[in-house]
C-alpha cells in the first residue's frame, strides 16, 4: 500500500534538456585481439570529448553489450557526473538497432554522433553547427574533411550546382597528410592511400560566408534530430555493415551531406599508436593505462618463412575461421 | 569523377604488409558475415524508477522494485525486452539494478545522472522502444500471470483501442471528460449490426475495489464511494471480450504507433497529477480508446510492502528474494534444441563461461590467432 506521500511529487522543476546531445556508441565485448587498447581508445575519446567541447551538451553513452570493464569505467564516468544518459544494452542490438534508440530518444535537438573511437578536437563542435546554421536542408555534417563515394552526396551536389548564392570549387583541397591520417585509421596502406588521393578531389562549396566541404561520414556526425528521426528505423539484423543506409537515405531525401573544411576529429581506430599517446586529454590521462611492452609494435623477429605459410590463402582462411568461431563463442552468451 | 572504391570493402583485401603506423589493426570481428545482431521482440515493457535514498517514504523502495521486476518476469509466458528506466537514483539503487541487468533480468538499463521528470522519461521510452507494442509501468506493480495476454486480447478485440490498462480502473484521471464510453456507444450504434459492440455498467467484486482501495491507501470515503461505484464496461460479442471504459498511467500498454504520436509531452514536473493525464488524454485527443481489465492482473503494491498480506509478496520474499534465484519464464536463457552445430556451440559456451582455466585458454588462442593474423602483418 501506499504509505505517505511520494517526495517526487514536490519537485517542481526538471532540467530542461541541452540543445545538443552528445552521443556515443560503444560495443568492447573483451579486451583481448582486436579490442585489446579499446578501451583505453574509449577513454582517450572520451577525454578530448570533456576537454574540447566548452558548449552547453548532454552526454548519452548507448553501450551495445560491452565487457564489464568498460561498464565499469562508464558507470563511474557517470557516478562524478560527466555524463548525463547511460544506456547498458545487455544484448548488442546492432548499430542500426542502436541507432533507432538514440536517434529516437536523444532529447537534445541537435545529436552530435560518434563512434567511441573518435578524437574531439578544440572547435569541432562549433564549427560543425555554424555549418548546420549557415546551410539549408543540412542532414549531417562531419567534422573532418572526407572523401566520400559521390553516390551518397549527388543532391548536396546538386543543390551547390543549381543554388546561386553558393560558390562551387572542385581540386585538391585537403592535404595529403589530413587525408593520409583518415586513411591510417581505416588500416589502408600508404601506397593505396597515395593512388587514391591522386585519382580523387574535394568539392568546397561556400554559402553565406560560411565554407564546407562536400560528403560525410557515419562515424561521426552533428545533424538535427528531427532529421535522423525521419531516417528511422534502420534495419538491425547485422551487429554492423548496415549503416550506409543512413547515408543512402539522407541523400534520397534531398539533405545536404557536408564537413568541416579543418580536420577537427580524428578517427582512432582500435589502437591508439605511438603518436596518440600523448594525446590523451589531460583530464583522462590518469585513467588510461600505460602502453605494454611491444605491444603495437611490429614483430619483425617473426618474419620469414612461417608467415608466408600463415599468407597462404586457404590457411589465412581457416585461421580466421578459427577466430571467428572463437570470437562468437565469447560473445553470442551476450546476444 | 571517378567515384572512390568503399574503403571498409577493399580492406580485408589489401596487402598489410607494409603497415607501420596503422591505427586500425584487422577486422573489427562484429562485421564478420553472418555475424546475428538482436531483432527487437514484439512487446517490449519499460518500469520507471526514482530512489533517491533509501529512508523514510523509500525505506522498502528496493524490495519494492525487487518484487515488481520478479513478478513481471514471472508473468511472462513470451519473451519480451524489458528496459528499466532509471530517473537518478541512490548508488544503492543503481547498483540493484545493474546486478539484476547483469543477471539477465533487465535488457536495457537506461541510467539517467538527473531526474527528467516521468513524462520526460516516458518521452525517451514511447519514442524509443522499437517494439510493436510497449508496456509501461511504475516500479510498484505487481504482475500477475495472463496480464499480456488479456491486455493484448484487448487490442486484437477492440478496434480503435489506444492504451489498454491490466488492472479494473476505477478512478476518472479525466475528470469527467473521458470521452471512450460514449465513443464506444455511438461506434456499437453505428456499427452494431455488424459488432454488436455495446456499454454494460457492471457492479464490480467486493474484493477487487478493496484491491484497488488497498493499493491506493484509500481513506474509509473514498472506499466506500468506489463501492458503490459502477464501472462502465465495453462488450465486443462477437470477440467475446470485455474492457473496463478507462485506462491508468500506472500501468498501460500502447502500440509503437499510438505512443510515438504523444511524444514529446511536456513536464510540468517530476511526478505531477497535470503530467499523470497526458497520456490518457493524449490517446483519447488521437481518436482513440482507453480500456482495462475487467480483472486484477495487476496491483498496485506502493511503497510499504512487507506488512502486506498479498500471497504473492509472501511467495517472492520467502522464495526468491532469500535465495536470489530466479526461474521464471522470460528469463535469459541458453538456446534451445537446435541441430548438432547449436548444441555443440551452447555446450561450447556453457563450458567456458563454467570454467575460468578453459576461457584463459581461449583468450590465448583467440590472442595468438589475432596477432597471427594481423600484428604480423603489420
Known sequence: ?335 | MAVRPDISSLLFLQDLTQFSSLMRIGQNPAKMRGSPAYTPQRVGLASLTYVPDLEGYFRQARDVIDIHLASLRASLDQECDLCVFDNGSCPEILNFLQDRWRNGVIDWLFLSHHNLGKNGALNWIFSSMPNEYIGYSDSDVLFRKGWLEESLRIFDSFERVGMVSAQPVFFDFLRGQSQTAQRIAAYGSDASPKTGLRIELVKPPPEVVDEYCDGINASIEIRQQFHQTQLTVAVNPSRGARAVTSATDMQFMLSRQVARKLVPMPIAGALTARDAIEIPLGVETLGYWILSTEEPLVRHLGNAILDLDIPEVENYLSANLQTGQIQAPGFRTHPGPGGWKKNTQAALQRLIDRSPRLRRTFTRVYDWLFSLLYEERR
Not at chain 1, 34 to 55: D, I
Not at chain 1, 83 to 98: R, W
Not at chain 1, 220 to 246: C, E, I, N, T, W
Not at chain 1, 304 to 316: D, E, H, K, S, W
Request: charged content about 20%.
Open chain 1, 1 to 335: 500500500m501506499r504509505v505517505g506521500q511520494n517526495p517526487a511529487k514536490s519537485i517542481e522543476h526538471v532540467p530542461e534538456p541541452a540543445r545538443v546531445t552528445v552521443a556515443l556508441l560503444t560495443y568492447i565485448p573483451f579486451l583481448s585481439g582486436y579490442y585489446a587498447e579499446s578501451l583505453e581508445v574509449l577513454k582517450t575519446c572520451l577525454g578530448s570529448l570533456w576537454e574540447n567541447t566548452p558548449q552547453p551538451y548532454d552526454l548519452m553513452v548507448f553501450d551495445n553489450a560491452s565487457c564489464s570493464e568498460v561498464h565499469t569505467y562508464l558507470q563511474q564516468a557517470q557516478e562524478q557526473g560527466q555524463m548525463q544518459y547511460l544506456v547498458l544494452s545487455d544484448k548488442n542490438i546492432g548499430k542500426g538497432g542502436a541507432w533507432n534508440l538514440i536517434f529516437q530518444g536523444a532529447p537534445g535537438e541537435i545529436i552530435a554522433y560518434a563512434d567511441s573511437d573518435v578524437y574531439f578536437y578544440s572547435g569541432w563542435l562549433e564549427k560543425s553547427m555554424e555549418i548546420l546554421e549557415a546551410f539549408p536542408h543540412v542532414g549531417m555534417v562531419s567534422s573532418r574533411p572526407l572523401r566520400t563515394p559521390q553516390v551518397y552526396y549527388t543532391s548536396t551536389l546538386e543543390w551547390a550546382q543549381k543554388e546561386p548564392e553558393a560558390t562551387l570549387e572542385k581540386g585538391q583541397f585537403q592535404s595529403w597528410e589530413v587525408f593520409k591520417e583518415h586513411n591510417d585509421s581505416l588500416g589502408v596502406s600508404e601506397e593505396t592511400a597515395r593512388q587514391w588521393f591522386q585519382e580523387s578531389h574535394d568539392w568546397r562549396v561556400e554559402y553565406h560566408d560560411c565554407t564546407a566541404y562536400i560528403g560525410a561520414a557515419h562515424f561521426q556526425f552533428v545533424a538535427p534530430k528531427s532529421v535522423l528521426q525521419a531516417m528511422a528505423p534502420f534495419k538491425m539484423d547485422r551487429p554492423m555493415g548496415q549503416v550506409r543506409s543512413l547515408d543512402q537515405k539522407l541523400n534520397e531525401a534531398g539533405y545536404l551531406r557536408l564537413t568541416t573544411s579543418e580536420p577537427l576529429v580524428k578517427h582512432l581506430g582500435n589502437r591508439l599508436g605511438e603518436s596518440h599517446l600523448g594525446e590523451s586529454a589531460p583530464s583522462t590521462t590518469d585513467n588510461i593505462p600505460q602502453q605494454g611492452g611491444n605491444r603495437g609494435a611490429p614483430l619483425r623477429s617473426r618474419r620469414g618463412a612461417i608467415r608466408r605459410l600463415f599468407n597462404l590463402p586457404p590457411v589465412r582462411r581457416s585461421l580466421l575461421w578459427l577466430y571467428d568461431q572463437i570470437f562468437r563463442l565469447y560473445y553470442s552468451s551476450r546476444t
